[in-house]
């Protein structure tokens, strides 16, 4: 006689989870982090235009990770097929609605900030639909996705009122180089083998950066710096000192970091913003434990 197969059907999460997804929600604190860094750096100018930032940026970064998963349809189906559309929790035509949607809301609560916050939330828009656009192909992908979080500190800030200067743009410039790397580390997540080793050196240039600065606040500097680091290495522990790497939680991890590059950026904020900026961190790890963040 011949034993019954126990073929176990897996039924797509609920909608609210598969949006949740798709959004990569677990993220959203690094993009308030990087929000709250720019707009601290530029002066701390108006709060009104603080909280335009962080709802527009954020429906603007919801926007790009919703048509990441609309362009990668095709390519999650033949790798991925756990993700939501092949998975069948969603349509690919209704991501792409709803990434157009996000998109559209975030450029309408930023473009009346200013002139200048208007031109970068539109730049961000179009660094957001060319990376997603071509991200699978392009060599230089990773310099784009950097670009959109060197694009929010500037927004953030501009939002707030303040003329741009290099207190604002030195920082974001080092952000990107950090987001560079763990983008260059994040090409490899869906394909076999350890990935180089090189990027490492764009994740340590917000530290570096910190070295180059004034001596005020030297030390509180320097106990970020070495807690970024003690991060960072444990994450790329994950992918360069096991068998077996871990690419998809070195990724993850050094996603979180970017809380921590934020505060180290902050550099003087009051006691009270550098706990939020813990506070964020913690919570992009905790959020990371319910919905992946890459």
Not at 171 to 192: D, T
Request: glycine share 10%; aromatic share 10%; with cysteine.
């Amino acid at each position: 006689m011949r034993p019954a197969l126990n073929l176990e059907i897996v039924k797509p999460p609920p909608k609210w989870r598969t949006l949740l997804i798709l959004g990569r929600v677990s993220n959203v604190p690094t993009v308030w982090s990087n929000c709250f860094a720019g707009w601290w750096l530029g002066g701390g100018g108006s709060r009104i235009g603080l909280a335009a930032a962080l709802c527009g940026i954020t429906f603007l970064y919801l926007g790009g990770m919703f048509l990441n998963d609309a362009f990668d349809a095709e390519f999650d189906r033949r790798h991925r097929k756990l993700r939501p559309i092949p998975s069948g929790g969603i349509t690919e035509k209704e991501v792409g609605q709803w990434g157009v949607l996000w998109l559209t809301l975030g450029a309408a609560a930023l473009v009346w900030t200013g002139t200048t916050a208007a031109v970068l939330a539109i730049t961000l828009v179009l660094c957001i639909l060319v990376y997603n656009a071509g991200h699978k192909w392009m060599s230089f992908a990773p310099a784009l996705v950097s670009a959109c979080r060197l694009l929010i500190y500037l927004t953030a800030a501009a939002a707030g009122g303040a003329a741009l200067s290099g207190r604002v743009i030195w920082p974001a410039i080092a952000l990107a180089f950090y987001v560079a790397g763990l983008s260059c580390l994040a090409r490899k997540e869906s394909v076999p083998g350890r990935p180089e080793l090189w990027p490492v050196a764009l994740l340590i240039a917000p530290i570096a950066l910190s070295a180059l600065v004034s001596d005020q606040g030297r030390m509180a500097a320097v106990g970020v710096s070495v807690l970024l680091a003690l991060w960072v290495a444990w994450a790329l522990a994950q992918t360069f000192g096991r068998d077996f790497p871990r690419v998809g939680v070195t990724v993850s991890r050094l996603l979180a970091g970017i809380a921590l590059v934020d505060l180290l950026a902050a550099g003087q904020a009051s006691h009270g913003a550098v706990w939020g900026f813990v506070a964020l961190f913690g919570a992009a790890i905790f959020l990371q434990r319910f919905v992946p963040a890459t």
